[in-house]
């Protein structure tokens, strides 16, 4: 009887037909703006537009956009790191997880192969006309002399490396660096972990959408003015991009809630299959926060594949802030070969002390460079990476859901209040077109 008055009121409306219009509009609006909310978010990865120096608007280089996320990749990560990763275990634990001694005998067996054409290298910089006079029995000492200690010397150094791999890295920088040098990575990250969560904010908006277009479709009935269309769009672009964020990471605690359950819902025809009436619970949880364990999954492959990985330790060590405590620490290894008395004999005394000295430096300089090319491998950084895997992804299901949420809160934190602000602009504008086209046609 009441839906039939309703009903009734809303046909003798003048405007009838202009309001029904109402309610799918708003959804297909809302829709199209949480859409593009969402992809301003992540793009473009690069700054497009009109660079202006000095610009003062959203830390943006001039007129135009560039994502939220990889605008602010090195932020966006050192929270990550801070509150997420931090707490999964220390980089040392990490380190010795890929376990070092099998890594240094890989490093072993490649630049062994290339010793010879190293040494030669190194010489013919430092001094070509000694090394190209000097007999070659001598030289063949020099190789032999390299090969029979390399092993034990690299077993030395990465031992040495690991146990100081704390001092000599810093986890935060090194991902913070990966992360501002590749914001694409960035970018991928999150669309991996949190893409069903995206999914769900874009689809659910359609259907806010409608409910607040009905409601407003209702406040023209009883108000039955022309501002109310692009005023009240406009509130519920700002309301739809806050709720469908929202219901992703709220509540971040499960809570219970006791139903009468009839029947069950299936991913097949006939889709719901009757029960024997009973009591249940419902889960009430953020959607994130649901999907823990099958994110810890996503997240840790992502985390030893691209982040903490064995080449990109041993860059941050090779080159990063602490190099120079890497190159202390590589002397007093790799000068062992040059205090046998085979190459005392023949290189110090003829190179004399200056000399004898820059060969050290160039030494170490290429040592680095060579002890890189096997540590870049795909093989070996694959093998490693499985070697820590199920460490990550255990300790990321362990983490509490508050500490969990963080893995992709951030993104959407970082520039909020700007998609909020950005769906109530597209409402009011999109209202204000409606307006035009389906209003005032009508009531002409």
Partial sequence: ???????????????????????????????????????????????????????????????????IVPRKAGKISGVIVDQTLSKLGSLDEFFQAMEPDQMAEFITKTVDKNLEDLIDEIMVERSEALWRNLPFAVKRRIYAQAHQMLPSIMQSLV????????????????????????????????LKVG????????????????????????????IPQHWTVPFFAAIWGLLTNWIAIWMVFNPVEPRFIRYFKLFSVMGAFPFIKLEKPHWDRFRWQGGFMKRQDEVSEVFAEIVVRDLVTL??????????????????????????????????????????????????NTIIDKSILA????????????????????????????????????????????DELTLIILGGLTGFLAGWLHLIVVFYPMAS
């Fill in 371 to 414: 002890t890189m090319v096997p540590l870049r491998d795909p093989e070996l950084n694959e093998s490693r990476a499985s070697k820590i895997f199920g460490l990550f992804r255990d300790r990321i299901r362990a983490l509490s859901p508050s500490e969990f949420q963080n893995l992709l809160r951030p993104a959407f934190r970082e």
């Fill in 311 to 360: 080449e990109n330790i041993m860059n941050e060590m090779m080159f990063g802030a602490q190099s120079m405590q890497t190159r202390e620490l590589m002397k007093s290894h790799l000068y062992e070969i040059l205090d046998t008395p085979v190459v005392r004999t023949s290189l110090r005394v003829s190179l004399g002390r200056r000399e004898f000295g820059k060969l050290k």
């Fill in 195 to 222: 893409q069903k969560e995206i999914d769900f904010i874009w689809h659910i908006s359609a259907l806010i959408g409608l409910v607040f277009g009905i409601i407003q479709m209702f406040i023209f009935l009883f």
């Fill in 1 to 67: 009887m009441v839906a039939t008055s309703i009903w009734q009121l809303l046909a003798e409306h003048p405007e009838f037909l202009a309001m029904l219009t109402i309610p799918p509009v708003t959804a297909f609006v809302t829709w199209v703006h949480v859409w593009m909310a969402l992809k301003m978010l992540f793009y473009p990865i690069k700054f497009w537009g009109i660079r202006i120096p000095h610009f003062p608007f959203f830390g943006l280089p001039g007129i135009g956009w560039q994502g």
């Fill in 159 to 190: 031992n040495d490396l690991t146990v100081h791999v704390e001092d000599l890295v810093d986890m935060r920088q090194m991902i913070v660096n990966k992360m501002e040098s590749d914001r694409r990575l960035m970018v991928n990250m999150f």
